[in-house]
Nanobody
Framework: QVQLVESGGGLVQAGGSLTLSCVAS????????VGWFRQAPGREREFVSS????????YYADSVKGRFTISRDNAKNIVYLQMNSLKPEDRAVYYC????????????????WGQGTQVTVSS
């Protein structure tokens, strides 16, 4: 099965940018659709963005559309989440997840998860 490790989180001022990386091992990531999700304190895990295996389909939550961009490099086994114009409400632990089927917005559809990376946005 695939293992996922996120990195790239940190502290940034409002309006700033971060790029998160999700590195896969154990299996080639080209076999998986990948999603990014986030969970803020006291809130449920929510969908952020997802990308199909060949990057032909990309979904975004309305709250991040136009600010975040998901991409993947299957040769490097990495999926990225470029986050621009960050807002304090983007503060959360960000997780990447993988599934063998088509891309999905539902966390329950993803069997493989990373450990998460913290993103904090100061106002």
């Amino acid at each position: 099965q695939v293992q996922l490790v996120e990195s790239g989180g940190g502290l940034v001022q409002a309006g700033g940018s971060l790029t998160l990386s999700c590195v896969a091992s154990g299996r080639t990531i080209s076999a998986y659709a990948v999603g990014w999700f986030r969970q803020a304190p006291g809130r449920e895990r929510e969908f952020v963005s997802s990308i199909s295996r060949n990057a032909g389909i990309r979904y975004y939550a309305d709250s991040v559309k136009g600010r975040f961009t998901i991409s993947r490099d299957n040769a490097k086994n990495i999926v990225y989440l470029q986050m621009n114009s960050l807002k304090p409400e983007d503060r959360a632990v960000y997780y990447c997840a993988a599934r063998r089927d088509t891309t999905s917005r539902a966390p329950a559809d993803y069997p493989y998860w990373g450990q998460g990376t913290q993103v904090t946005v100061s106002s």
